[in-house]
């Protein structure tokens, strides 16, 4: 059967009554608003360009409604798809329509004519503002199956779409604040100065915004929590645009799976003596610095670093972002520790030279397991901002030495204007030139220290000059050695997996590695589940090691000669 539109039926009645073969009062029904026909296709409006052609024109159009997001805590709009899209492969034959509820209601299946002004609002095609929006009957849409990589999106802007293959969930920093996961083909996106054979523009390519349908920040009702790593399979929804993004709003429910599953600890590591490397996020004493703002965040903070200390169980951990508050904040989480694992578990040592910056590297170990041999030695070089923390160790019952060296080298944040520690481009950040000067110092301290590791947050990723100036100073990267490529990340940034994270030993300790893992406690958690009060769900939150820190904590096992 052939359903004929109110706009087709009215023009046949003029005709008919022209023709004389219906009486005159057929002519008495008068025109709705469904009589004033399209003027324009969507592809049209759309154009084969990255911006419509018709911009500033008020023009109507007809489709089918795929999606509606329109309250006004949502997109404020719909979207709406032409069922017989044209044959030109670069024009989308989808539009967003900034119509409220208030407007006029829609729901999916709806067929409308839409009256609005074409404008690309920020680069993203649509009506606004909206005059007119007539319900004229129902039809229906399929998703259009899209695969990822995708060389450009343009095309299908506004289209409903279905992603039938396997999605990797990369990106959840945004999940709680404005309900955002990234996802990508072809498994974790890596940073590209991370390892060889990695691309920016694939990684770009390979990956997919999803929103939640808002514009709201904190929304009340958030999309699944997961966790970087996850997956998913059969991803549906309409592709729109916003803060220089395409965002894919779902409109079916995604269907995770959990295919990273927590561990509840380390990987076991083989030896007689355990050595962990732990950035702890800004552990302060001191309410309303860099840490914690008030004395409940404090305590939940303090309670999911003591779950991590606790899962970690090593005989020594190097700790970086404490507060330098002299033996304050290190002493404090050490009696935290101990109250849980019992007294004396933990010793801390004092730093005899902790610089001026408001964080401090820190070093804690068990007396049961590990006997200091000589005093802590540090390093007042001004190219260390935090001066690193040296301190060698034998077994109790004696032993062959090794000697853990702490470091927490210069972040590539804030940026100086110019200069050669500006960004350059490269993909290395700022401040890359202090980061090598302060790897060749660290070359220069180790010379004559028994069995070298060193190890902390080096704020430099895998193939990056300062882990090659080390590795050419001849300490090899234990975690490139023995962790496999997939698991070898700490730390999430923007999206991308790498590792800020390393332990590199000397020739003289390498022989004495039995065993490397990282704990993904923490890059692969939303922030959504820290400590933090503001902004996150209460329930959400759990006095566990998950999102402790934002960084990994790597162990070693090392098996060491000795009673």
């Known amino acids: 059967m052939h359903v004929l539109s109110r706009a087709t039926c009215a023009v046949l009645t003029a005709a008919a009554l022209v023709a004389g073969l219906l009486p005159a009062s057929a002519s008495a029904t008068p025109a709705g608003p469904c009589d004033t026909p399209p003027d324009r296709e969507i592809a049209e409006v759309q154009g084969s360009g990255a911006a419509t052609p018709l911009a500033g024109r008020t023009v109507r159009v007809e489709g089918v409604v795929t999606a509606d997001f329109q309250r006004a805590d949502q997109l404020s709009g719909f979207f709406l798809q032409d069922p017989t899209p044209d044959a030109d492969p670069a024009t989308s034959d989808a539009l967003f329509a900034f119509a409220r509820d208030s407007f006029q209601d829609v729901k999916v299946g709806d067929r409308v004519l839409v009256t609005g002004r074409a404008v690309e609002f920020n680069g993203w095609t649509e009506l606004s503002p909206v005059t007119a929006v007539d319900v004229c009957g129902t039809g229906s849409v399929a998703p259009l199956r899209h695969r990822l990589p995708a060389a450009d999106l343009e095309p299908v802007e506004n289209v409903l779409l279905t992603f039938p293959q396997r999605l990797t969930v990369n990106d959840t920093y945004n999940l709680g604040r404005f309900g955002e996961v990234t996802l990508s083909s072809g498994g974790r996106l890596f940073q590209p100065t991370d390892r060889p054979g990695v691309d920016a523009a694939e990684n770009a390519r390979r990956s997919l915004l999803v929103d939640d349908g808002s514009n709201q920040q904190n929304p009340a009702t958030l ?143 068990k007396p049961g397991r590990l006997t200091p041999v000589g005093a802590a030695r540090s390093s007042q070089d001004p190219v260390f901002s935090r001066p690193p923390l040296i301190q060698s160790f034998r077994r109790a019952h004696g032993g062959q030495p090794f000697t853990m060296v702490v470091n927490h080298l210069k972040s590539k944040g804030s940026c100086p204007d110019g200069g050669p520690d500006a960004d350059q481009g490269d993909g290395q950040g700022c401040w890359n030139p202090t980061r090598v000067r302060q790897a060749q110092a660290l070359l220069g301290l180790i010379g004559d220290l028994p069995a070298p590791l060193v190890l902390g947050d080096l704020n430099a990723y895998g193939e990056e000059d300062p882990i090659d100036t080390l590795e050419a100073g001849g300490l090899t990267s234990l975690t490139k050695r023995y962790v496999p490529a997939p698991l070898r990340y700490s730390y999430l940034f923007d999206g991308l997996a790498g590792e800020l994270d390393h332990m590199m030993a000397s020739r003289q300790l390498l022989k004495r590695v039995t065993s490397v893992a990282i704990w993904h406690a923490n890059a692969d958690e939303p922030r959504v589940r820290d400590y933090n009060t503001e902004f996150n769900p209460p329930g959400l939150y759990r006095p566990d090691a998950f999102r402790s820190s934002d960084h990994d904590p790597l162990v070693v096992g090392l098996t060491l000669p000795g009673r």
């Open 223 to 365: 999309p699944p929590i997961v966790r970087a790593g996850d997956s998913a399979t059969g991803v549906t929804g309409v592709l729109g645009y916003g803060f220089d993004a395409y965002r894919l709003q779902p409109t079916e429910p995604i269907r995770y799976q959990a295919t990273n599953p927590r561990l509840p600890r380390p990987f076991p590591v083989l030896g007689n003596v355990k050595v962990a490397s732990f950035n702890t996020l800004n552990w302060f004493t001191t309410i309303g610095s860099r840490g914690a703002n008030t004395a409940e965040e404090q305590q939940r903070q303090l309670a999911k670093l003591v779950a991590a200390i606790k899962g970690i169980d090593a005989d020594a951990i190097g700790l970086m972002e404490v507060e330098n508050n002299g033996q304050v904040a290190l002493d404090a989480l050490v009696d935290a520790v101990n109250a849980e694992m019992g007294a004396g578990t933990y010793a801390a040592l004092t730093h005899p030279f902790p610089g001026t910056d408001a964080i401090q590297v820190g070093l804690i170990y």
